[in-house]
């Protein structure tokens, strides 16, 4: 398959991603302060400006060299966290607050918001629980909890990447399941299984450890003060606008969680076991600017190859190594919405990919 993209960005990759992942809580923050329809630019930027410059623009950044470093990377995670937890409580308040915005202003925030929280913060939260130092971790964890999915930590690094591509992973969608169908089984499902792993390295710590406190014993009680949080806010109503928001930017979550691996499967050896995982076993979108957005979270087989490695070091799997989406991570997870066409779009696609790899 020829390569529809040139590898060539107009800006270091550093850059890219600080530009495109802060620029749009600078916007909304902006937005809440002047009021009015000055909060449209964030959802715009968003929703519209993002798949223009992916679509329109065909570029892909370069692979980082193997083994470089990036000191700024960590640094841009923490800027990314800490905005979440400034935004996320002002967008609460300027939308069910006494505010001054009007219905229609309070509408657009709150879908410019939940963009930014489930495009943005998600990639950074995912990132940062994946980095070795316990404060990083941390940060991630509370960055969930305000999205009323603190459980995701436990769930992403102890069962997704463990049983990914397999019937035992929620969190992998399955050919043929709608998103409707997969996001309460992967959201139950994560939860159960992210409890039970940790439960299990629990019993087996427990008599070598002085700390035996089960990890879900402090995402309830840190999401139960997010939700106490958005009472303090507005009452009543910033409690439920704080439900409404965090389960928006969470089912983005679960949307990219579905695109990124619809269909796809590991092998079942005859022992039992399941094949290593694979490039084929996460879809790919080489686009640049939502990948410079979703700090390289469209660079999936990477990730799952190498888990600790540092988002501005992914490297894209050539087209005929690994699936390729036709769309941008974003604009796929809008496709998979509407569930004829994202079948109809995706199946002879996935067929390439389940075919025993003899016949391909």
């Known amino acids: 398959m020829p390569r529809p993209f040139r590898r060539a960005l107009p800006l270091p990759p550093m850059a890219l991603f600080a530009l495109a992942a802060l620029t749009p809580f600078g916007l909304l923050t902006l937005g809440i302060w002047a009021g009015g329809l000055w909060v449209l630019p964030g959802l715009l930027y968003m929703a519209l400006l993002t798949a223009c410059l992916d679509h329109l623009i065909r570029l892909t950044a370069p692979d980082a060299p193997e083994g470089a470093e990036f000191p700024a990377a960590d640094a841009l995670l923490i800027a990314i966290g800490l905005g979440h937890l400034l935004l996320f409580p002002l967008a609460i308040w300027a939308i069910a607050g006494e505010s001054g915005l009007s219905p229609a202003a309070r509408v657009i925030l709150f879908l410019g918001a939940g963009q930014i929280f489930g495009q943005i913060s998600n990639p950074a939260a995912h990132e940062l629980i994946h980095r070795g130092q316990?404060?990083?971790?941390?940060?991630g964890v509370a960055l969930y909890a305000t999205m009323l999915n603190a459980h995701h930590a436990s769930a992403h690094r102890l069962v997704h990447h463990r049983h990914v591509a397999t019937p035992l992973d929620p969190n992998s969608a399955r050919a043929g399941e709608s998103f409707y169908r997969f996001l309460p089984r992967a959201y139950l499902g994560s939860f159960r299984a992210g409890f039970a792993a940790e439960s299990e390295m629990l019993a087996r710590k427990a008599p070598?450890?002085?700390?035996g406190l089960h990890p879900y014993a402090?995402?309830?009680?840190?999401?139960?003060?997010?939700l106490a949080f958005g009472y303090a806010l507005a009452g009543w109503a910033g409690l439920a606008v704080w439900v409404a928001l965090a389960l928006y930017a969470t089912a983005q979550l679960m949307l990219s969680d579905y695109v990124q691996h619809y269909g796809l499967?590991?092998?079942?050896?005859?022992?039992?076991?399941y094949e290593p995982v694979g490039d084929r076993h996460s879809w790919n979108a080489p686009h640049w600017f939502s990948s410079g957005l979703m700090l390289n979270a469209p660079r999936h087989s990477d990730h799952h190859a190498h888990p600790a490695r540092p988002y501005p070091a992914l490297r894209l799997p050539e087209p005929e190594a690994a699936p390729w989406l036709p769309w941008s991570l974003p604009v796929a997870s809008a496709v998979a919405l509407v569930p004829p066409l994202w079948h109809r779009r995706m199946k002879h696609r996935l067929s390439r990919w389940t075919s025993p790899p003899a016949s391909r």
Do not use: E, K, V
Request: proline share 7%; glycine share 8%; hydrophobic share 35%.
């Open 208 to 211: 070598h450890s002085a700390n």
């Open 265 to 273: 499967s590991r092998a079942q050896t005859p022992d039992g076991r």
């Open 134 to 139: 316990r404060g990083l971790y941390r940060l």
């Open 218 to 226: 402090l995402y309830l009680p840190a999401q139960a003060a997010a």
